[in-house]
């Protein structure tokens, strides 16, 4: 079974560790966004930065969360520059797929030791 728009992430995490290779370990998550939103630019991706989307609880509106990146309308970037992914980051990014119509997100982590997760929710389920 093929996972959901995997050439776009595939490509989304080949960019990721090129931006990794080139800056390094030790930059706060700004620097990464950026450079990360830059390279995607210039290859002609749809980027948006800290996209807002609103939060419903029973269609009423509780809250709100700023997406790190989103690409192509269709992937939430969620990055973290820190030592090791754990499971709050994964859930949070559930959760943000959840309150959204995005169906896959990329938890990239630009520590010590890049490393990435895939995260899908279907819309079906939401």
């Known amino acids: 079974m093929e996972l959901l728009h995997k050439d776009l992430t595939d490509k989304i995490i080949?960019?990721?560790y090129?931006?990794?290779n080139e800056l390094g370990y030790g930059f706060l998550?700004?620097?990464y966004q950026n450079a990360l939103y830059l390279e995607l630019k210039n290859r002609n991706f749809k980027v948006e930065a800290q996209k807002?989307?609103?939060v419903y609880y029973k269609e009423i509106e509780v809250g709100e969360y700023y997406a790190d990146l989103v690409v192509n309308d269709?992937?939430?970037l969620e990055l973290k520059a820190t030592d090791c992914?754990?499971?709050e980051f994964e859930c949070?990014?559930?959760n943000y797929l959840k309150a959204t119509d995005k169906e896959?997100?990329?938890?990239?982590n630009f520590g010590k030791n890049p490393e990435f997760k895939r995260k899908i929710f279907e819309n079906t389920r939401k």
């Not at 896959?104 to 990239?108: D, F, M």
């Open 92 to 94: 949070q990014l559930i």
């Open 104 to 108: 896959v997100g990329l938890l990239l």
């Open 18 to 20: 090129e931006v990794y």
């Open 29 to 31: 998550e700004k620097v």
């Open 52 to 54: 807002q989307i609103k």
């Open 14 to 16: 080949s960019i990721f």
């Open 85 to 87: 992914i754990v499971d």
């Open 74 to 76: 269709l992937i939430i």
